[in-house]
């Protein structure tokens, strides 16, 4: 008989009290479990525990839900109202078979009787949370793991952790549902069956797999078959001793790994905890519940976008909070410096050099590395743009981790591996901690090496407010589902490691990644401020103007949304903006006609950032304006042969997933812009309002939003057509382009160091070869006549006073 059965209800009863005082739960999910009320309910355990009995009792009390302590009597069968799944109990001198499960009474019943059903809750609770490591006191002292726990072990473990509960209920489970024509034991069996794999992919799903000792991790890889091919290879190329060589991978694989650990992750949680409650007023997430429904039998790649420093640690601590195991982080090697790469390194850090294409040695350890942390199931987080974003536009991936992790999975399955996901993160801050030092390099200054003095600098500034932080999750992205759309055959070539189609997918990969990315944007009041403001001339604006244009760009977002997962701010634009006045980012300059907000030189650098976090979910509503920007009247047919030359062009830029039709994409633009007052409709056409002045206003603003975009462009084709095909190179065109827009910007009164950033242009230059319009051939660029039809198309958008302000630019020797 076990402990908990001989325990009296004299003795029960206090213990349950005492639990309740001690333990404290600090993650419930769900917080409403959807039961069906008329039938009894019955609480599964993984194994016996009376601590997990007594704290079920206690939470069940507590919440309101059925009770889990005591008796329950369904028809003629009394069962306890939490049963544990049996766990055999091996003897080192017999063998024993697994119990059956505490099922087959209430299964003979049912099939006798169907209005005896039950209903059975899965629960899993973890007291503290620590990743399967077999090793050190702390595993055999403070948390859950994956070796189940003894009598001892499990009171220290609640006498250590009691403060650090997490409860997991799982999908109600209806009995008679689970019937079928075999025998109630078979039954019985696959009963307990589905329990287990739920069990299993939920500790999964927080604790992830067992972890290696990271001596043994690293051994391991030195002693690898690739790993010693390599060094094989190189000790007879250069005549070196393979012995030292041996010992460089092993060094090598020291400077890479991790060495997550228990103490260090429930260190950095509560320090998280703290820091984000002085440094933000809140951290916001949404869509968790996919990488929840996937993470129990999927590998997880997570792939934020790369804002802040603070990226490394916040997804990591919003995963722990919210149950979910913390990845191993690939960071740069700058990070591994004294005091700060150790506390990295025992969060789930590993650290890669920015460049190893020239070190085969190193490159072989490091794709092992990833390979077996891959291969083993391991969650893994890399920001797939390679740095942070200066500008504050979502940048090209680089194809360097993505093609090691196909390459990967591909080696993975031909053992039959398990399926991989990665998980789009947006991250969305009101205010960051790096945005002088963004400036300040942007204008020309050169980026500051990072060293443990300078984070006691930014230590200086945590009482200045920052305002929230949204944590969106896109759209997960199955690898095996886009290598079957991508490359239908791709697994008949499993035996090569690197298969010809792996150069068009691989780029392929990290278009869709950013567009997902990009489809699950925050708008908060700082960002929609910045929209609005750096769209007036001058950056300043009447406070009223300013706030139902803010109104104009949510209502637009709820009508017809720039991503399938775009949050929205909660709140009123007086709200929005009392909140962006307080951060600091505008002014307020008090009249007696009304308020003025402003932004000076300072805070338009700033807001230029924020602006580019969300510039996409703006761009065909964008576009479509700016081509009601000096013609009054356009019918469909005609705007969608003005703007379909730049269309791919742009989405390409501002990395967005464009509609399947430019001319059904319009004409539900163009009937969002009819319902928010901006355009009438008139005959077969649309034209600007005839009679609000407001509502042009408001449309022009729309339409300026698209401008630095179309201006750039109008540049490059401007200069590309000056000279006679053949006469550029891609390195020669954008140069030249970039100069003529840093001319046009000092012109125009502009501090935006964004607008003539080279990346544009040459990624400008990509999108031309990409839709047909140029080719290279002998490193210059050639094109024929329809891309000077093309252009004329373009042109046809600005206005006569701007396009003789970019002629003049883009000519200036005729002036």
């Known amino acids: 008989m076990s402990l908990a059965c001989m325990l009296s209800g004299a003795l029960r009863a206090p213990l349950e009290r005492l639990m309740a005082r001690w333990a404290r739960i600090r993650l419930l999910e769900p917080e409403v479990l959807p039961l069906e009320p008329t039938l009894p309910t019955l609480y599964v355990l993984p194994h016996p525990a009376l601590s997990d009995t007594l704290l079920l009792a206690s939470l069940t009390r507590n919440h309101g839900l059925p009770t889990a302590g005591g008796q329950r ?28 499960a505490p099922f087959l009474s209430l299964i003979e019943q049912c099939h006798q009787d169907p209005a005896h059903d039950v209903q059975l809750v899965p629960v899993s609770i973890f007291w503290g949370r620590a990743p399967g490591k077999r090793f050190g006191f702390w595993q055999l002292l403070a948390a859950d793991s994956w070796q189940l726990t003894g009598r001892v072990r499990r009171l220290l473990s609640v ?19 689970l019937l079928d024509a075999q025998e109630a034991s078979l039954t019985n069996r696959k009963v307990a069956r589905l329990l287990r794999v739920h069990f299993r992919r939920l500790r999964t799903r927080v604790l992830g797999p067992d972890l290696s000792h990271r001596r043994t991790l690293i051994e391991g890889i030195a002693a690898s078959p690739e790993v010693h091919h390599v060094v094989r290879d190189i000790a007879t190329a250069e005549q070196r001793s393979a012995g030292r060589l041996e010992g460089r991978a092993r060094r ?69 909070r919210d149950g979910l195991m913390p990845p191993h982080i690939a960071a740069g090697r700058n990070l591994d410096m004294p005091l700060i790469g150790p506390l990295l390194r025992r969060g789930g850090a590993f650290f890669i050099r920015r460049s190893f294409h020239d070190n085969r040695l190193y490159a072989t350890v490091f794709n092992e590395y990833l390979h077996r942390l891959i291969a083993r199931g391991h969650p893994l987080e890399y920001f797939i743009e390679g740095g942070r974003s200066r500008s504050g536009r979502m940048l090209p991936a680089r194809p360097g981790m993505l093609s090691m992790t196909l390459r990967s999975y591909l ?31 942007l204008h020309g200054g050169g980026k500051r090496k990072e060293s443990p003095w300078g984070l006691l600098r930014v230590l200086g500034r945590l009482r200045q407010p920052f305002g929230q932080v949204t944590v969106n999750i896109g759209e997960p992205l199955s690898l095996p589902a886009f290598l079957d759309a991508e490359v239908p055959g791709w697994r008949r070539r499993l035996d090569d490691p690197r298969p010809p189609w792996l150069a068009c997918a691989v780029p392929r990969l990290g278009e869709t990644l950013a567009q997902r990315i990009n489809a699950a944007a925050a708008l908060n009041p700082v960002n929609l401020v910045a929209l609005v403001l750096l769209a ?9 103007l300013l706030k139902r244009q803010l109104a104009l760009l949510v209502a637009l977002q709820q009508r017809l949304p720039g991503g399938h997962h775009v949050s929205l701010p909660e709140g009123t634009p007086d709200a929005w903006l009392e909140r962006v006045i307080a951060l600091g980012m505008v002014g307020r300059r008090p009249h007696p006609l009304g308020d003025i907000i402003v932004a000076d030189g300072r805070q338009s650098g700033l807001l230029g950032w ?54 059904e994409g319009l004409a539900t633009m163009l009937n969002a812009l009819v319902e928010t007052a901006l355009l009438e409709p008139d005959g077969e056409g649309w034209r600007r309002p005839r009679e609000s002045l407001e509502a042009g206003e408001q449309l022009r603003m729309l339409g300026r939003l698209m401008q630095p ?12 057509l000056s000279e006679p095909a053949g006469y550029f190179t891609a390195d020669e065109l954008t140069a030249r382009s970039r100069e003529l827009a840093e001319r046009l910007a000092l012109l125009s ?37 329809c891309l000077r039809e093309a252009a004329q198309r373009i042109r046809a958008l600005f206005d006569p006073a701007l396009h003789h302000r970019l002629q003049r630019v883009s000519r200036p020797e005729e002036g």
């Open 252 to 320: 090598y694989g020291h400077e890479i790994a991790s060495n997550m650990t228990y103490p260090v992750l429930r260190f950095l949680a509560g320090l998280l905890r703290r820091l984000w409650n002085r440094l933000y007023d809140g951290v916001t997430v949404h869509g968790l519940d996919q990488v929840k429904a996937v993470a129990g039998d999927h590998t997880l790649v997570y792939v934020p976008c790369h804002r802040s420093h603070i990226d490394y640690l916040l997804l990591s601590y919003v995963l722990y």
């Open 411 to 441: 080696r993975g399955a031909r053992g039959g591996g398990q399926p991989l996901v990665f998980v789009p993160v947006y991250i969305g801050y009101e205010r960051i901690l790096e945005s002088g030092s963004y400036q300040r390099e």
């Open 536 to 544: 007036t001339p001058h950056h300043a604006i009447e406070a009223s």
């Open 749 to 785: 009164g502009l501090d935006a160091p964004a607008f003539f950033d080279s990346r544009l242009f040459f990624g400008l230059v990509e999108s031309l070869a990409a839709q047909g319009w140029v080719r290279t051939d002998h490193g210059r660029l050639v094109f024929d006549d």
């Open 709 to 720: 975009s179309l201006e750039r462009g109008y540049l490059l084709l401007s200069v590309l």
């Open 73 to 100: 009597t369904i028809g003629a069968v009394t069962l306890p109202a939490t049963l544990p799944l049996p766990v055999s109990r091996s003897r080192p001198w017999r063998r024993t078979r697994r119990p059956e």
């Open 159 to 177: 006498m250590v952790n009691g403060k650090d509960v997490e409860v997991h209920l799982g999908t109600p489970l209806r009995l008679s549902e």
């Open 610 to 663: 924020y602006r580019n976090n969300v510039l996409h979910l703006f761009a065909l509503a964008g576009l479509t304006a700016f081509a009601f920007h000096h013609q009054t009247y356009h019918d469909l047919d005609g705007l969608e042969t003005l703007l379909a030359p730049g269309w791919p062009i742009l989405t390409r830029e501002l990395m967005i997933s464009p509609p399947a039709s430019l001319r």
